[in-house]
Nanobody, 126 residues
Framework: QVQLVESGGGLVQAGGSLRLSCAAS????????MGWFRQAPGKEREFVAS????????YYTDSVKGRFTSSRDNAKNTVYLQMSSLKPEDTAVYFC???????????????????WGQGTQVTVSS
């Protein structure tokens, strides 16, 4: 049974930082590209970052470039999202996901990810 469990969310003031973690089990973690997505109230789930299997390449959505950094530790089956210079518009539930190896969807697309965590709330106050 595959499980992805996010942690590290919380309430932070604008300009602050948070580090999200996503612990994976039940899958060969190093074989999966991992993604981070977020969903604000009343909005669709949107792409944040995607990291390849080795961790050597990370793609970010434009709004978080220079502020967010994703990394992974395959020995610990964990992927991270370091968020800095947080803004109120970053407020959302953040999800990690494991991308299907056979998908034809792009790495930015929700449909390309087969396994999802339950999400962790990030709230940035102004």
């Amino acid at each position: 049974q595959v499980q992805l469990v996010e942690s590290g969310g919380g309430l932070v003031q604008a300009g602050g930082s948070l580090r999200l973690s996503c612990a994976a089990s039940g899958l060969t973690f190093s074989s999966y590209r991992m993604g981070w997505f977020r969903q604000a109230p009343g909005k669709e789930r949107e792409f944040v970052a995607s990291i390849n299997r080795s961790g050597s390449t990370v793609y970010y959505t434009d709004s978080v470039k220079g502020r967010f950094t994703s990394s992974r530790d395959n020995a610990k089956n964990t992927v991270y999202l370091q968020m800095s210079s947080l803004k109120p518009e970053d407020t959302a539930v953040y999800f990690c996901a494991a991308r299907s190896s056979s998908t034809t969807y792009g790495y930015q697309q929700v449909s390309g990810y087969h396994y999802w965590g339950q999400g962790t709330q990030v709230t940035v106050s102004s």
